[in-house]
């Protein structure tokens, strides 16, 4: 089975600044995705990057971007130049690939408070 | 276009009460999910619908019953609830199957179910 682990239950980081959210993984599977979604306090969820485990170039989506190393079955996510906006809870995700019917695993996710 | 949309935004129930929750994409994705989401908790997947097909029930209660009309449409009816029940619900949508290229999935902004 798949664990994905979070271990940072919160963290604050001032306007402007680069902060880094911890991710590790542990499966025996060679192909899979891993996401970040995002839930601010209006609570949708909000898909913020994907990578794809046979990918070795770390994804980036504008402010947002990851440092996905396979070998230590690590995925953390890294956002620049924080904004008031990106206060949320951020939660990490693991799909095992197969054309069957898996579904997400979820981290317990970390807060994240930008602070003015 | 990445909305999935629901109704209510919020519900209160009384637990002989016989409610509906409804979601919906335009997307033409082709699986949709319903997430119950505790505070400070990642969601919990309740259900899997695969080409308007049940595919996951992952042991949820009798008194939660999933319906999906068409490949637009998710319901989820809710009777006889317990306290315990009260959370967010979360629907979410994928291209294709979880595990599959285009298995990311969407969610929509919840309803906030209160059982008193």
């Known amino acids: 089975a798949q664990t994905v682990t979070q271990s940072q239950p919160e963290m604050s980081v001032q306007e402007a600044e680069t902060v880094t959210l911890s991710c590790t993984y542990d499966?025996?599977?060679?192909?899979?995705?891993l996401f970040w979604y995002k839930q601010p306090p209006s609570r949708q969820m909000i898909l913020v990057i994907r990578?794809?485990?046979?990918?070795?170039q770390n994804a980036t989506e504008n402010r947002f971007s990851v440092n996905f190393q396979k070998a230590a079955k690590s995925f953390s996510l890294k956002i620049s130049d924080s904004q008031l906006g990106d206060t949320a809870m951020y939660f990490c995700?693991?799909?095992?690939?197969?054309?069957?019917?898996?579904?997400?695993?979820f981290g317990k996710g970390t807060r994240l408070s930008v602070i003015a | 276009d990445t909305e999935v949309t629901q109704t209510p935004k919020h519900l209160v129930m009384g637990m002989t009460n016989k409610k509906s929750l409804k979601c919906e994409q335009h997307m033409g994705h082709r699986a949709m999910y319903w997430y119950k989401q505790k505070a400070k908790k990642p969601p919990e997947l309740m259900f899997v619908?695969?080409?308007?097909?049940?595919?996951i029930n992952e042991s949820v209660p009798s008194r939660f019953s999933p319906e999906c009309p068409n490949s637009s449409l998710l319901n989820l009816h809710l009777h006889a609830l317990q306290p315990e029940d009260s959370a967010l619900y979360l629907c979410?949508?994928?291209?294709?199957?979880?595990?599959?290229?285009?298995?990311?999935?969407?969610f929509g902004p919840g309803t906030r179910l209160t059982v008193t």
């Open positions: 979410a949508s994928s291209q294709r199957l979880a595990g599959a290229p285009g298995g990311e999935q969407y």
């Open positions: 499966t025996s599977e060679s192909n899979y995705y």
């Open positions: 619908y695969s080409y308007e097909k049940l595919s």
């Open positions: 990578q794809e485990a046979y990918k070795q």
């Open positions: 995700a693991f799909m095992k690939q197969n054309s069957g019917n898996t579904p997400l695993v």
